[in-house]
């Protein structure tokens, strides 16, 4: 079997996950990429990965494909497109642009919820105001945003006209989006499917850090309650979305709950490890078996349900508080203490310089703590950060 892997940066995902896992599978592996040197001793083709013609064309001229497969954000549509192409299982890349570009989910999604956006184009003027009478505050984000970068909740025009400044100072020639702030807790729906059928795997809670910015600070098992999944259902199936995994993040409001994204990907950020980790499955593995026509029927569905009460977890991002220069670090690690297991994933080195941006770009480490329950997790959690600070001065 010969797995075709499009992507770019080397990701804890990649690396730590759908790399191991083709292995276990006794699959080939060729990586393409637009950076060949981050990933020595594989088989690496050089490729443009965001133009599918680009992926269609380097596929051709190398091995023939059994599966094309990406996690990449940005990379989905590009390979779903040249799977289409060469007649393999994917996703449906109509699914795929407008998972990605947060000026389009709203079209599909408008006979589900009622939530108000507004796409603003480089030539448009912030300071003449939102149309349709869309209330303050509302969030403003790139429409090809990641990892928070630029998202702001913004309480009048003078707000909203300097968040839109800045999203186009750094991303010039960009759509910007405004909409209607989801009041109410965050949540993820994570679920799995193929052609026929799409489950649920589980979810969890998300804490914020301080408003205006999103950063998610900290991730919590919470498997979606039942009397949400016919909403959350219908909305999948509005955008398109069935076929491979698929991280959702939606919150739960007075009227009910409400999608924030759709990220048509695995969750990030080592929370899919933590998810593997709870439900006890190879989940990176099923992923791609997924992607090379297995069915999700084939998989031992009776041991999520097993799962959701047996284990607690938690994914807390050791966000950096201020800027300066890291003088002191945990290394990568992994320990057990009163029955917790930690890892602990450094993503800063001592002597780098941390400037805060109130995004995701903030993160200095990543803690995994997966235990019997929530006291014995957080009580892991606060002990490590006791013990192994992040130093910056």
């Given at each position: ?368 703590a997966v235990g019997p329950d929530h006291a014995s997790v957080d009580a892991a959690i606060g002990a490590f950060r006791k013990e192994h600070p992040w130093v910056l001065a």
């Amino acid at each position: 079997m010969r797995l075709y892997l499009t992507t770019l940066n080397p990701t804890d995902s990649v690396t730590g996950g759908f790399l191991p896992a083709a292995a276990a599978l006794g699959w080939d592996v060729t990586i393409l990429t637009d950076q060949p040197d981050r990933y020595p001793g594989h088989d690496v083709v050089a490729a443009d990965v965001r133009d599918f013609r680009a992926v269609i064309d380097a596929v051709a001229a190398h091995h023939r494909p059994d599966v094309i497969f990406s996690n990449s954000d940005h990379l989905q549509a590009a390979t779903a497109l040249a799977a289409e192409y060469f007649g393999l299982p994917g996703k449906d890349w109509r699914a795929c642009v407008p998972a990605k570009n947060k000026a389009l989910p709203r079209r599909a999604l408008a006979a589900v919820e009622p939530v108000r956006s507004v796409r603003i184009p480089p030539s448009a003027d912030p300071a003449e105001g939102l149309p349709d009478g869309l209330p303050y505050p509302v969030v403003v984000k790139p429409a090809q945003g990641v990892a928070s970068e630029d998202v702001v909740l913004v309480d009048g025009p003078d707000a909203l006209a300097a968040a839109v400044a800045a999203a186009r100072e750094r991303r010039p020639g960009e759509v910007v989006v405004a909409e209607e702030f989801l009041d109410g807790p965050v949540r993820t729906l994570e679920t799995l499917g193929d052609d026929e059928t799409r489950r649920v795997l589980g979810g969890f809670a998300t804490t914020l850090g301080p408003l205006p910015h999103f950063v998610e600070e900290r991730l919590d098992w919470r498997p979606p309650d039942t009397g949400h999944l016919a909403h959350l259902g219908a909305a999948l199936d509005a955008a398109g979305i069935g076929f491979g995994v698929c991280h959702t993040e939606y919150a739960v409001t007075r009227d009910g709950p409400r999608v924030i994204e759709i990220n048509y990907r695995l969750i990030g950020d080592n929370c899919d490890f933590l998810l593997a980790d709870l439900l006890g499955v190879p989940l990176h593995e099923w992923i791609l078996r997924v992607h090379a026509g297995e069915p999700v029927s084939s998989f031992d569905l009776d041991c999520l349900r097993a799962a959701y009460g047996a284990a607690y977890g938690s994914v807390v991002s050791l966000v950096a508080e201020h800027s300066g220069t890291v003088t002191g670090a945990p290394p990568d690690l992994s320990m057990e203490k009163d029955g917790v297991r930690l890892r602990h994933r450094a993503l800063r080195e001592i002597g780098d310089h941390v400037e805060v941006t109130g995004t995701n770009r903030d993160y200095l480490g990543l803690l995994r703590a997966v235990g019997p329950d929530h006291a014995s997790v957080d009580a892991a959690i606060g002990a490590f950060r006791k013990e192994h600070p992040w130093v910056l001065a």
